[in-house]
């Protein structure tokens, strides 16, 4: 047993001084598991994603183009979770993001026909591939705000502070401070 804890938390200084090659840590206590995943493309640099203090983090936080994503003091996002930004999430204090929860402040493709066709023609790694071509808007997550597991947060929307999003819902519009929503796309079903 005492091997077995030798070699997790190695594996975990490893993690931590890898991670922290590609992010900004402010503050202290910052809990950065084996799993966690920085990805940074087109010209994002690890000023744009910015962890407060006694962030815990699982998920995987990508910013393409400058995209910014700041978590507030006592945050925490869960396993499988990933953020993807070309423009910016912020995430309020003491929210706390469950597993498997995709957060994306843009559609991932155009919406032209023309342009998807045109796309699928350039490489993987290619310019006509990234976000910046899609539409895109800001989120901004409260505080002390509990996102479900398997809920899906799409761009331009705001999550009032104290709200809950009841797990597998799919947020498209704004959510006022201290409700529970819920459904695909979520709707109010309590004022808490």
Same mark, same amino acid.
């Not at 990933?82 to 706390?96: E, L, R």
């Given at each position: 047993?005492?091997?077995?804890?030798? %070699?997790?938390?190695?594996?975990?200084?490893?993690?931590?001084? @890898?991670?922290?090659?590609?992010?900004?840590?402010?503050?202290?206590?910052? =809990?950065?598991?084996?799993?966690?995943?920085?990805?940074?493309?087109?010209?994002?640099?690890?000023?744009? *994603?910015?962890?407060?203090? =006694?962030? #815990?983090?699982?998920?995987?936080?990508?910013?393409?183009?400058?995209? !910014?994503? %700041?978590?507030? &003091? =006592?945050?925490?996002?869960?396993?499988?979770?990933?953020?993807?930004?070309?423009?910016?999430?912020?995430?309020?204090?003491?929210?706390?993001?469950?597993? =498997?929860?995709?957060? #994306?402040? &843009?559609? +991932?493709?155009?919406?032209?026909?023309?342009?998807?066709?045109?796309?699928?023609?350039?490489?993987?790694?290619?310019?006509?591939?990234?976000?910046?071509?899609?539409?895109?808007?800001?989120?901004?997550?409260?505080? +002390?705000?509990?996102?479900?597991? !398997?809920?899906?947060?799409? @761009?331009?929307?705001?999550?009032?502070?104290?709200?809950?999003?009841?797990?597998?819902? *799919?947020? #498209? !519009?704004?959510?006022?401070? +201290?409700? %529970?929503?819920?459904?695909?796309?979520?709707?109010?079903? !309590?004022?808490?």
């Amino acid at each position: 047993m005492l091997i077995k804890n030798l %070699i997790l938390s190695f594996k975990k200084k490893v993690q931590n001084y @890898k991670l922290k090659r590609f992010l900004t840590l402010e503050g202290r206590d910052h =809990n950065l598991q084996i799993g966690a995943l920085v990805i940074l493309a087109d010209g994002s640099k690890k000023t744009d *994603i910015l962890l407060r203090n =006694n962030v #815990t983090l699982y998920g995987t936080l990508s910013s393409q183009t400058g995209g !910014k994503i %700041i978590f507030g &003091n =006592n945050t925490r996002l869960g396993r499988n979770s990933i953020i993807k930004s070309v423009n910016s999430v912020q995430i309020g204090d003491y929210t706390a993001i469950a597993d =498997n929860v995709v957060i #994306t402040d &843009n559609n +991932n493709h155009p919406e032209d026909p023309d342009f998807r066709r045109k796309m699928k023609l350039d490489s993987l790694g290619g310019d006509m591939r990234l976000w910046k071509h899609s539409e895109n808007a800001a989120i901004i997550i409260g505080e +002390n705000v509990w996102v479900g597991e !398997k809920s899906r947060i799409q @761009k331009g929307v705001s999550i009032g502070d104290n709200s809950i999003i009841a797990a597998g819902s *799919i947020v #498209t !519009k704004n959510v006022p401070p +201290n409700t %529970i929503v819920a459904g695909i796309p979520a709707k109010i079903i !309590k004022e808490i």
